[in-house]
């Protein structure tokens, strides 16, 4: 079995992706560690932090992209140039790994440059790709945009720009990058994502695997609905529809679409009186007065078993997602035998069976959404995991990715 390392900028952010993949691999006999910038888990033997240098460079790259990107359209999300970062590839637990896997890098913990002296060790290393951007110029979701099938240029999100075209620039770094590379293997978590690699200009030659995320299923299981209502304090006789709003504003989220379907669902009757379950942020007025229904604010939940617990205290969980690739929260939240509703989207179909496990709607249909949410309400519908999120299934195509590596 190979020695690995997976390289992730926070150890409990991308969904605890990494630290999930990190703990099967453990399960499974794998030795396996975590090189962090911010280690942010009491695990002081297998999650490495890094120096403080490199968190200082990391604010300092924080700094310098937020003023680069001060003219971008807010509608396209975000974008990211590395510019400054932190060489790992001279750390111990680097040097003495088989098989590195890089996950969410960037933030100002690597750099393309970085990333060239860790491929020149010449041992493989994996990308795993939470988003887009391993195939874009920069941009982490391009919604509609194709240029990443040829070359980024003339970026949409760079429009007020009439200097240098840093989209273009990017993208022919990364593609000089990955052209020199020979040890270098993509994971995409999503079906979606995949189509996309193989049809992007910079993988279109490259080894691309579909992976999906593990969910941890001794949390995240079924346990009773009462129970969990009881200690979260939530009336026993009310329906209640959950979802996350870390922030509203976010391009890929899809709050306005939300909140049309809620209001669509004023005039709902049925035998109980609906509630909103809001958690991943603090009280919003915002939201709380575009919600026609009694809310419940949760704050953000620190740890898994919060999460399970509410997840396991709600009658249907909503993710109106625009842009995703393989959310966590729906993974969890099936994993807790509570069905899902959301847009017929990125990573969301490969884990929502139709008027199964769940309902998906056509996108940014608002309408179809409140749909969505009253079928999975009067159905009553349990929500499941589908077979290839199973663990041993997952730990089946990695045992397959080392194989294809080695042969």
């Known amino acids: 079995m190979p020695k690995v390392v997976h390289v992730q900028k926070d150890v409990l952010s991308g969904g605890r992706a990494a630290l999930r993949l990190h703990e099967a691999f453990l399960d499974t006999g794998i030795e396996s560690f975590i090189l962090s910038l911010f280690k942010d888990i009491n695990d002081s033997e297998r999650v490495i932090k890094t120096g403080k240098l490199s968190r200082i460079l990391a604010k300092t ?5 937020s003023f680069l990107r001060r003219k971008i359209k ?19 637990v680097i040097k003495e790994a088989d098989l590195v896997y890089l996950n969410w890098v960037q933030g100002g913990f690597l750099n393309l440059s970085n990333y060239r002296q860790l491929f020149r060790l010449g041992k ?5 790709m939470h988003d887009m951007w391993t195939i874009t110029g920069g941009c982490h979701h ?19 720009s009439k200097t240098i075209d840093w989209p273009e620039r990017e ?12 040890n270098i293997y993509f994971v995409s978590p999503s079906k979606w994502l995949f189509n996309c690699s193989k049809n992007s200009f910079l993988l279109k030659e490259k080894p691309v695997f579909h992976i999906p995320n593990v969910v941890n299923s001794k949390i995240f299981k079924p346990v009773d609905r009462k129970f969990a209502r009881q200690v979260l304090n939530i009336n ?14 976010s391009p890929y989220k899809g709050w306005e679409e939300l909140k049309k379907a809620l209001l669509l669902l004023r005039d709902y009757r049925s035998d109980k009186e609906l509630s909103v379950l809001i958690f991943g942020g603090e009280y919003n007025k915002t939201i709380a007065d575009s919600i026609p229904f009694r809310t419940h604010f949760l704050g953000f939940l620190k740890d898994e078993y919060s999460t399970s617990l509410v997840f396991n205290a709600l009658d249907v ?9 393989l959310p966590t929260t729906i993974l969890e939240c099936l994993s807790c035998g509570t069905p899902v509703t959301g847009f017929n989207v990125g990573g969301i179909p490969d884990m929502i069976d139709h008027k199964k496990n769940g309902y998906l ?19 009553r519908i349990k929500g499941w995991l589908l077979p290839e999120f199973e663990k041993g299934n997952i730990m089946k195509k990695h045992s397959e990715l080392f194989d294809f590596i080695t042969k």
């Not at 807010?74 to 790992?88: A, E, K, Q, R, V």
């Not at 391009?142 to 007020?160: N, R, V």
């Not at 249909?365 to 159905?379: M, N, P, V, Y």
């Open 61 to 65: 790259d924080f700094k310098v992209q």
């Open 74 to 92: 807010p509608d396209f999300g975000l974008y990211s140039f590395p510019l400054l970062g932190t060489d790992i590839s001279k750390l111990p």
């Open 124 to 128: 493989p290393v994996v990308l795993v």
């Open 142 to 160: 391009s919604f509609t945009c194709l240029k990443y099938t040829s070359g980024c240029k003339d970026c949409p999100m760079f429009a007020e």
């Open 171 to 182: 993208f022919h770094k990364k593609s000089n990058l990955y052209k020199e590379s020979k």
């Open 236 to 249: 026993q006789e009310e329906n209640v529809i959950g979802f996350g709003a870390m922030s509203i504003n």
């Open 317 to 325: 969980f909503v993710s109106p997602s625009l842009a995703d690739n």
């Open 361 to 379: 709607a056509k996108y940014r249909d608002s309408e179809d959404l409140a749909l969505g949410i009253r079928f999975c309400l009067e159905s």
